[in-house]
């Protein structure tokens, strides 16, 4: 229902109008609460298409050594990760409006020491922006350009496919 939501705030609104005679003119145009929804309803959207590439490439590839699985990160609303040969590519809201995209790989299996730099994990990552387009549109941009979701799942699969293989 997500893509619907608003007009379920709108009907709502409407019925509080005629119920109790309050008009909620700021209600409709939440722009911080329309930003968290619309991070989680991306991340969502991302792991749908994940979870479609990453079951292609595991039904492809036959074997079970070295498939990609994907999963959810605990104690988050809609973050999460796939996991292949000690690889990991984490897709996490950082804040309402901005998706961290990180591949890390553990070199060594040791614990780390909270607030220290863990020697063991190679890490990069990518930033992800929500901006406001016109109507109220949400655009995701990376680095200033428009996102096409096909496109960054078939980058980031292929470039985590790539890496994992090490």
Known sequence: MGRIDWIKDLVVAEQRMEEQGIVELDGLNNQSEMLKTETIDFLRDLRAAFIESCSAFNELKGSQIGQVKIYGISKTVADFMLFRNGYKLIFSMTRPGEIAIILNHVTAHHLATPGAADPGTAMSHDLLQAHWGAFGELNWR????????????????????????K
């Open 142 to 165: 990376f680095k200033d350009s428009k996102i096409n979701l096909d496109y960054l799942v078939r980058y980031y699969m292929t470039r985590f496919v790539k890496e994992s293989l």
